[in-house]
């Protein structure tokens, strides 16, 4: 198994047992192949169904406890046992995001996340405002050449209790250089309404603090920032969550979701807490979608519900009471 491969796996087992999956199923062997023929005593084999002898796996695949596929082991003993290795090879990845032990979405944003701002300031403000305006200059984003000249950095309460982190400002951001004022911004301010909330109340940020730039004369075209982009802003989105230091961060939309180091693929990873600095972290889809599937037939109610259910989730997280009206939201 690839150094790599522990650093994943070990990633994984820590967001199950965030999601309060208490048991994984694991192949037989595959302890074996990462301890050197240790086989921990806490590992029983499961009622029903094993792996074909020999098929050589590493992942840790889920399994409810009422019809396990594979031999079941609790998911903290599993992560005891691979945690000396794997801890180890996270240290090599990252060179420093072995305390949370986040595997990278990608090599750039790995060595990104190891690095902080270090600001000065008596309040959250001023360490915001400090924060800002290193982040205006950012050697490393203006290195790119890919993103363009105005900084959106972010924009709300800086003692807020939820942080939500977006994609990249668009047209009418840069021009306004606010976070969330287009069209997903509106979506956004009608989500919080929703809650119970005003823009005020939270703090609105963006994995990239640049408009992502293209070919030619862009108008008012927008794309989402790549890898890089999202690396060389990284230390930057990091440091204004360890200054607000948010009771929940949301993380909204696919590339949020793979900047923040969570994973690949929102519609999997939608609807659960994962852990980012010790922030548990909600996975939603981004408002742009919302308004993509509300134009569609059937006027985007799934997505909308599913984002609704997501939200209440964040609000219970937040200590806020959710009333029987916001209850019956999407309700038949
Ligand atoms: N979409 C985002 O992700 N962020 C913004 O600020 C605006 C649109």
């Given amino acids: 198994m690839s150094l790599e491969a522990k650093g994943m796996l070990k990633h994984y087992l820590e967001q199950r047992l965030l999601a309060g999956e208490t048991h994984v199923g694991v192949r ?22 094993r792996a074909p002898q020999g098929r050589a796996s590493m992942v840790a695949e889920e399994a409810p406890p009422t019809r396990p596929a594979q031999p079941m082991m609790t998911t903290k003993s599993f992560l005891e046992s691979t945690a000396p290795v794997a801890a180890a090879t996270t240290r090599t990845m990252s060179g420093g995001s072995a305390a949370t032990g986040r595997a990278p979405a990608g090599v750039k944003l790995a060595a990104a996340a190891a690095a902080r701002i270090e600001v000065t300031g008596e309040t959250k403000a001023e360490k915001l405002a ?3 305006s290193i982040a205006e200059k950012s050697p490393e ?9 105005t900084m959106v950095f972010a924009v709300g309460n800086p003692e807020a209790q939820i942080l939500f982190i977006g994609e990249a400002p668009g047209f009418e951001e840069e021009r306004q250089q606010e976070p969330f004022v287009g069209p997903a911004g509106q979506k956004l301010t009608g989500i919080l309404k929703a809650m119970g909330l005003e823009r005020r109340d939270v703090y609105i940020s963006n994995i990239c603090k640049f408009r992502p730039a293209m070919e030619g004369n862009q108008g008012t075209s927008n ?7 999202m690396a060389s802003c990284l230390p930057y ?29 929102v519609m999997r990873l939608r609807g659960r807490f994962y852990d980012v600095q010790g922030i548990p972290t909600m996975v939603t889809y981004h408002p742009s979608y919302i308004l993509r599937e509300e134009k569609l037939a059937g006027g985007g109610i799934r997505a909308k519900r599913e984002c609704w259910e997501d939200m209440m989730k964040v609000m219970e997280k937040a200590g806020m009471p959710i009333n029987d009206k916001q209850r019956g ?3 038949k």
């Fill in 223 to 229: 794309r989402a920032p790549n890898d890089a982009e």
């Fill in 28 to 49: 037989p062997g595959t302890l074996e192949r990462m301890q050197g023929g240790r086989r921990p005593a806490s590992m029983s084999p499961g009622p029903v169904g």
């Fill in 329 to 331: 939201y999407f309700q």
């Fill in 237 to 265: 989105v990091l440091t204004e969550i360890s200054i607000i230091q948010p009771k929940v961060i949301v993380a909204l939309g696919g590339v949020a979701c793979k900047g923040l180091g969570i994973g690949e693929g």
């Fill in 130 to 132: 400090a924060l800002a």
């Fill in 141 to 149: 984003a203006r290195a790119l050449g890919t993103l363009r000249e």
